[in-house]
Structures are given as C-alpha cells and as structure tokens.
C-alpha cells in the first residue's frame, strides 16, 4: 500500500498569519490517466472529515480560497494564507491513484497558539 | 442533497460480531461505488472496504479481511459491513462514504464501535 507521512504532526499558528502542511507518498501519485488523486480534509472534533480539496489543487464549493494546495509525484502541500479562528482542527491528506486502496496520512493538527 | 446515515454500533465483546447500516439518499444510490473508512479514537483514518455499485467489485483492507463482509441492497438504497470476530483494535468510528472520482467526497456522521470485554 501507499503510505502517505504528513508534518509537522502538530501545529500551532497565529490568528491571521500563514500555514502549511507537507504530505509525502511513497509512491508517485501520477495516475496513468495522468490525473493525481491527492485530496485534503478538515476534521473538527466529533465531526465527520469535510472535504476541502481534490486533484491536488481543486477547492471544493464553499471553501475559502485562503485555502490552496499545490504539487505533484509524491510532494504535496495545503497551505492556508491567514488562518482563522474556524480553522482549527485536523488536516488529512489522502491518496486515491492507487484505487480502491485508499490511504491517508496520519494527521497535522492545527491549533491557535 | 447526499446523505449517509449509518446505524448499527454500539458495544460488543471481542470475539463478537455487528452489522453496520447506512442509509443513502440524494443520489442514484445503485450506480454508485461505496466504502466504508473508520478512524480510530484519536488516530488517523483507516479505509477498510469498497463495493461497486452491482457488489461485482468488491474489496477488503488486509486488516479486515476474512472479518467483515461489505454488502449492498440497491433497492433499498443501503449499504452494510457485516463484522466478525472483532478484535479490540476495530474500535473506531465507522463512516459510511461515497466515492468520487477517485477522492471521497460525501461523509456519514459515523457509528461508533467499541470492542471491550
């Protein structure tokens, strides 16, 4: 299976400064469609993961574009401009070439220093 | 609009077994792949089944596998994890998810298993 290692595991930030979180794959992402399946989540706690971006840097309807994720192979990013109070929680990223085998990295949560 | 409403959790000792439910509206449910993903208290998220829309395709995480059975009913829009033999490790939040082309955008609220003697 593809593992998927997200850093930092934690992170605390400043209300309105920027952030950013690194997803590695083991294995190329390239699809042989030539699409690569790399999506983010946010997780609150008790709440189900929201989707906020599909194909690496496709943001989902309603999600702010403070929000933005960029790269390709197996070195990924989602960066947030200025984080907001409502941005707090868990950020997943998860691979989805290697269908179905489905896997996501182990999680960076974001804080408020 | 997609909904997902699983049912079905609850507390069972290891060794047991449950049946998971999810009850999927918004959407034409039986042309549709589905997949179970769970989430551990406090860890990461774990996907564990997948089923095509006519239960042709079907597959199993390695940790699952030969303990729970992913099943279908497309006339009644639902969809199933059947559990066996469950182990203290399967405790988790279980979430019923509808695929997307390759990303997995539509999310149940999740039923929570705990497996503990």
């Known amino acids: 299976d593809v593992v998927m290692t997200q850093s930092p595991l934690s992170l605390p930030v400043t209300l309105g400064q920027p952030a950013s979180i690194s997803c590695r794959s083991s294995?190329?992402?390239?699809?042989?469609?030539?699409?690569?399946?790399l999506s983010w989540f946010h997780q609150r706690p008790g709440q189900s993961p929201r989707r906020l971006i599909y194909?690496?840097?496709n943001r989902d309807s309603g999600v702010p574009d403070r929000f933005s994720g960029s790269g390709s192979g197996t070195d990924f990013t989602l960066k947030i401009s200025r984080v907001e109070a409502e941005d707090v929680g868990v950020y997943h990223c998860?691979?989805?070439?290697?269908?179905?085998?489905?896997?996501f990295g182990g999680g960076t949560k974001v804080e408020i220093k | 609009q997609v909904q997902l409403v699983e049912s079905g959790g609850g507390l069972v000792k290891p060794g047991g077994s449950l049946t998971l439910s999810c009850a999927a509206s918004?959407?034409?449910?039986?042309?549709?792949?589905m997949t179970w993903i769970r989430q551990a208290p406090g860890k990461g998220l774990e996907w564990i089944s997948f089923?095509?829309?006519?239960?042709?395709?079907?597959y199993h995480a390695d940790s699952v596998k030969g303990r729970f059975t992913i099943s279908r009913d497309n006339s009644k829009n639902s969809l199933y994890l059947q559990m066996n033999n469950l182990r203290v490790e399967d405790t988790a939040m279980y979430f019923c998810?509808?695929?997307?082309?390759?990303?997995?955008?539509?999310w149940g609220q999740g039923t929570l298993v705990t497996v503990s003697s």
């Open positions: 998860m691979q989805g070439t290697h269908w179905p085998a489905l896997t």
């Open positions: 089923i095509s829309g006519s239960s042709g395709d079907i």
């Open positions: 918004g959407f034409t449910f039986s042309d549709q792949y």
């Open positions: 294995q190329s992402l390239v699809h042989k469609n030539g699409n690569t399946y």
């Open positions: 998810v509808r695929p997307v082309d390759s990303s997995v955008p539509y």
């Open positions: 194909k690496v840097s």
